[in-house]
């Protein structure tokens, strides 16, 4: 790196480190400050409270006057520390730094940086999505498994959240994470192989073949994975077979509908355009905001379930 460049890197630096200090001042001078002792020691029994810091150079005078309340000025400082800006102007610095490098090595030309950060992206892409098929290659049903516990874990929180929950509910959120990963991986794996054997056999091969293999998905694989979604967290709730059957026929119909309004549009790309291996993924992605809606049922039911004991109770 020439001299020119370090001199411009150090540069670089010494402004990242002037602005991010910017975000150790602190941003409510002005508070109580409870635990400041002014003109007494720790040991007096009637200390006075400083309640209004009004600026840097008041504290200045503070630890001046009475050295022990320097620690209280310090506690003040470390509690109006906000970190996320130190981290933000530091990250944002670090990428300018980085595109002026690139710059000043190859010339001022911005095509030529949208290219570099162009270049990055599809190798990060390109390297990602390799590992993916690698994994997928040596061990479908594993891979599948983890996709589908990951969807449905997010998906689970998504839900939470939109139903306005303020704290998550950690253990529904593994309970749905794992009927993702043993339930809608392993089984999906299953029914994408068989329906496309089932349509090749059958010589149902031509573009067209997209249309009756979206009515079979909605038709049998949907309501049978819908309702071993609601089976599998009513075992994990401890349900009895009476419970979870009656929540399996009270969903049942209220979900294919739903379905209805998202599968046939995304099952168009899933039978149309993704190769066989492939099409986990691409509905795990979709899965995401099916798994809102299924979870958001389940907890519907089960809240029902609550309503009733408590009302018989």
């Not at 409870?34 to 007096?44: R, T």
């Not at 043993?182 to 090749?200: K, M, Q």
């Not at 997209?210 to 694989?221: E, G, L, N, R, S």
């Not at 291996?277 to 509905?283: A, F, G, I, P, S």
């Amino acid at each position: 790196m020439s001299v020119v460049l370090q001199v411009l890197v150090l540069i670089l630096s010494t402004a990242s480190f002037l602005h991010s200090s910017q975000a150790f001042a602190p941003k409510h001078v002005g508070r109580m400050a409870p635990s400041l002792y002014v003109g007494s020691n720790f040991e007096s029994s009637e200390p006075v409270v400083l309640t209004n810091v009004a600026s840097e150079d008041s504290s200045n005078a503070l630890m001046a006057a009475d050295p022990h309340s320097q620690f209280a000025v310090m506690e003040q400082r470390l509690s109006s520390f906000n970190m996320e800006q130190v981290l933000g102007v530091t990250t944002a610095s670090a990428i300018i730094g980085y595109l002026t490098l690139v710059l000043l090595d190859n010339g001022p030309s911005v095509p030529l940086m949208m290219s570099t950060l162009e270049h990055m992206v599809q190798a990060w892409g390109t390297q990602v999505w390799g590992s993916y098929e690698a994994c997928l290659a040596s061990n479908p049903v594993a891979t599948k498994a983890a996709t589908s516990a990951t969807v449905y874990t997010i998906g689970d929180v998504i839900a939470q959240k939109s139903e306005g929950l303020t704290e998550l509910d950690f253990p529904r959120v593994a309970r749905s994470g794992i009927a993702g990963g043993i339930g809608h991986g392993p089984l999906s794996h299953v029914w994408y192989n068989l329906s496309e054997s089932f349509f090749t056999h059958l010589h149902i091969t031509a573009w067209w073949s997209f249309f009756p293999k979206i009515v079979v998905d909605q038709t049998v694989w949907g309501p049978i994975w819908n309702g071993s979604y609601i089976l599998l967290l009513g075992l994990m709730n401890r349900e009895n077979v009476d419970e979870m059957v009656g929540n399996v026929k009270t969903s049942t119909v209220p979900l294919f509908l739903d379905g209805l309004k998202l599968w046939p549009l995304a099952h168009c790309v899933t039978y149309g355009l993704v190769p066989v291996e492939n099409r986990l993924l691409w509905v795990d992605l979709v899965e995401i905001l099916w798994v809102t809606i299924l979870a958001t049922k389940a907890a519907s039911l089960a809240s029902e379930k609550d309503h009733r004991k408590t009302t018989m109770g």
